[in-house]
């Protein structure tokens, strides 16, 4: 694979112990300087996730970890995680974590827990939203996109006097309002439903009980793997001097009711214990064998915070190390089978054909569901180019916005062979059209410049 930079594309630098590493941040190579003795070091058959990956720093005083953690894994599935240690005379080790989430590092190795956060308590009425209303269309006679828009506007023009001109069909507000302000609302109907009774407000949570219990497994660069059971989630694990520091979710979060609004939100207590590993690691721990301290509780946006990120946007990249020559700086291309690499394709294939398929939609107007043309006309979806280069281009005209032809091309696999993460990319379309958030148009074509999905 070609080289995209003839330079290293580093993280901030990290100062360990008389050695400053400089590492890239996309490529298997680091750069470190120790008096006046400089080294590259690679690691070009160490694993990665299955999928495209994104690539952290995580430091003890004697070695820094790259984690390297799936971008986007299927739902339900805990990102798949890998990492490469390197020490500060230039051995780089590759640890392969799995479907586990990354919680710290100590002297000996890394992390990780089959559990990465607590889950609210279920709420009085929950089991009310468990299953979302399926919108069957089979067997009903298909729409004009334009009659059932005309109708929908006629409907609301008759009852309100006006309509805005982009129609969310059957929207409303959490409390059942359907006024134009509100027609972009949080929840839709299903038929039969009465949209003046969904008004209910949420009772105060009751408090909440202990956080799930969790399995911790700590891999060290020889090999070893140890796991520890825990009677808590885990959010964090770090080394201070000799000794192991937990932070944990001692609860599940607890819910606070907005008197007013009736929403609930939610707070993560968390606590730590201190812990010497030492002479071992014991098969299991419980916090009620610690004297644990609280620390501050924190918000959902709080506790994902990624100050990591904030340095590597903020950081002066004045380290300038040209990496001419220099063997193995490129990812050794992924082991995919032929299915695999069928199937990844067929991934993005399918989603930009449903683009073309008719809508089965639920209105207030008649409370009946509707089959609807699709907005989309004129779908195409070609593939072209061989793995790892291939490429899926769709082309379409949309109904409501604009007569010219939408066409947008999607790499399926990063330069490794990896696929990258596929999900969505019809809402983030869709949400570009209805934004403008698009190049214009030249030709009577509307084309995104050629990016990576």
């Known amino acids: 694979m070609s080289v995209a930079s003839p330079h290293l594309n580093p993280f901030p630098p990290v100062e360990l112990g008389g050695t400053r590493f400089l590492i890239d941040q996309n490529r298997p190579v680091a750069f470190l300087q120790s008096g006046e003795t400089n080294q590259f070091v690679t690691w070009p058959n160490a694993p990665l996730p299955r999928r495209t990956a994104t690539a952290r720093l995580v430091t003890v005083p004697n070695a820094v970890w790259v984690v390297y953690e799936e971008d986007a894994p299927d739902s339900g599935e805990l990102a798949w995680s890998t990492a490469v240690r390197i020490s500060a005379d230039g051995i ?12 710290g590092v100590d ?22 939203f468990e299953e979302a209303p399926s919108f069957d269309g089979a067997g009903l006679p298909l729409e004009s996109w334009h009659d059932f828009q005309r109708q ?29 302000a509100a027609s972009y609302g949080w929840f839709a109907f299903a038929p039969g439903e009465s949209p003046e009774g969904s008004g209910t407000r949420f009772a105060a949570p009751s408090a909440p009980g202990p956080s799930a219990p969790a399995e911790l497994v700590r891999f060290t660069s020889d090999g070893r793997v140890d796991t520890l059971s825990f009677d808590r989630t885990v959010a964090g694990i770090e080394q201070v001097d000799t000794r192991t520091v937990i932070t944990f979710f001692p609860t599940n979060p607890v819910g606070t009711l907005d008197e007013i609004s009736g929403a609930i939100s939610y707070s993560y207590p968390r606590s730590q214990i201190v812990v010497d590993f030492t002479t071992g690691i014991p098969s299991a721990l ?5 004297q644990p301290t609280a620390l501050p509780a924190a918000g959902w946006a709080e506790n994902w915070e990624d100050a990591e990120l904030d340095e590597v946007l903020e950081s002066d990249a004045h380290d300038h190390v040209d990496l001419t020559g220099v063997d193995g700086i490129e990812w050794a291309l992924a082991k995919l089978s032929p299915e695999e690499i069928r199937r990844a394709v067929a991934r993005v294939v399918e989603q930009f054909e449903w683009l073309a398929k ?21 779908v195409r979806v070609r593939v072209s180019g061989d793995w790892p280069r291939t490429v899926v281009m769709v082309e379409f005209r949309h109904r409501e916005y604009s007569d010219a032809l939408y066409r947008r091309r999607y790499n399926v696999f990063d330069p490794t062979g990896r696929p990258i993460d596929a999900e969505y990319l019809v809402v983030y379309l869709e949400e570009d059209i ?20």
């Open 92 to 103: 780089a080790t590759g640890v392969d974590i799995g479907q586990l989430s990354v919680l």
């Open 107 to 128: 002297s000996a190795g890394i992390w990780a827990s089959n559990r990465s956060w607590p889950a609210p308590e279920p709420l009085p009425g929950d089991e009310e």
């Open 152 to 180: 929908e506007k006629l409907w609301h023009q008759g009852r309100e006097g006006t309509f805005p001109d982009v129609l969310a069909v059957g929207a409303t507000d959490s409390f059942g309002n359907d006024d134009d």
């Open 286 to 290: 419980s916090v009620d064998d610690y």
């Open 358 to 378: 008719p809508n089965a939609i639920w209105t207030r107007r008649d409370d009946q569901v509707h089959l609807v043309e699709s907005p989309c006309q004129d």
């Open 434 to 453: 209805a934004t403008g958030d698009h190049p214009g148009e030249h030709g009577g074509v509307i084309e995104w410049p050629f990016t990576q999905n």
